[in-house]
C-alpha cells in the first residue's frame, strides 16, 4: 500500500513537471503562475503545494531533468564515440537537438522563462553551463589521445566558443517563438568549426 501510494505521488510530480513544461512552450516572455499550472493539471493550488513547496521548486524539477538527461547523454557518447572531432560534434548536436524536442526547457535554460522567479534558479542554470563547459574542455583535452595532436589555442577558450554557439542557437529558438531551428544548418557550420578547430 506505502509503494503503491508513493508511486501515485511520483506520477503526479511528474504530472504537474510535464504540465509546466508543455505551459512554457506557449509565447515566450509569458509567466506562469501557480493558478493557471493548477488548473492545467486539473487540481488545486493548495495540491501543488503538497508536491512542491515553491514554483521555485518546479522549476528545479525541470532542471534536475535535464540535468540527468544531458550528462548521462554526454557520458555515453564519450564511451561510444573516440575520436575528439566526431565526440565534439555528437555532444553538440546532441545538445541543440535536445533543445529543439525540449522548447519549454529552452526557455528555462536562456533565462526567458525565469524573470521575476527566484534568484537562485539562474544560479543552477549557470552551474549546468558551467558543467557543460568543463565537459568540452575535458574532451578537448584529450585529443592527443585520439590522434596524437594537440590544439594550440588553450582548450578552455575552444570550450568557451563551441558552448556559446550552443547558447547562441538556443536563444535564437526561443527569440524566434520556436521557428528558427538550433539544428538548422548545423552540418554546414560543423564543417566551419571543424576546419577552424583543425588549424587551432
Known amino acids: 500500500m506505502v509503494a503503491k501510494n508513493n508511486n501515485k505521488k511520483a506520477n503526479r510530480k511528474d504530472d504537474i513537471l510535464s504540465a509546466l513544461a508543455i505551459m512554457l512552450e506557449g509565447k515566450p516572455g ?23 513547496p515553491s514554483k521555485a521548486r518546479m522549476f528545479e524539477g525541470l532542471i534536475d531533468f535535464t540535468e540527468t538527461t544531458v550528462f548521462t547523454q ?11 572531432f566526431v565526440r565534439v560534434e555528437h555532444i553538440i548536436h546532441f545538445l ?29 542554470i549557470e552551474h549546468v553551463f558551467s558543467k557543460l563547459e568543463t565537459q ?15 590544439f ?14 550552443v547558447e547562441g542557437r538556443m536563444s535564437q529558438f526561443v527569440r524566434s517563438q520556436f521557428k528558427q531551428k538550433p539544428t538548422q544548418h548545423f552540418k554546414s557550420q560543423w564543417q566551419f568549426f571543424y576546419k577552424q578547430l583543425t588549424q587551432s
Open 152 to 165: 594550440n589555442t588553450d582548450e578552455g577558450v575552444l570550450a568557451n566558443l563551441l558552448l556559446s554557439y
Open 96 to 124: 541543440l537537438g535536445f533543445s529543439e524536442r525540449n522548447p519549454g526547457i529552452t526557455r528555462i535554460l536562456s533565462g526567458d522563462a525565469l524573470v521575476g522567479e527566484n534568484e537562485r534558479l539562474q544560479l543552477r
Open 30 to 52: 509569458q509567466r506562469i503562475t501557480t493558478a493557471k499550472l493548477a488548473a492545467e493539471v486539473g487540481v488545486s493550488e493548495a495540491a501543488l503545494y503538497r508536491h512542491f
Open 74 to 84: 554526454i557520458n555515453l557518447i564519450k564511451e561510444q564515440q573516440k575520436d575528439t
Open 136 to 150: 568540452l574542455k575535458q574532451t578537448l583535452r584529450e585529443r592527443p589521445t585520439s590522434d596524437g595532436q594537440k
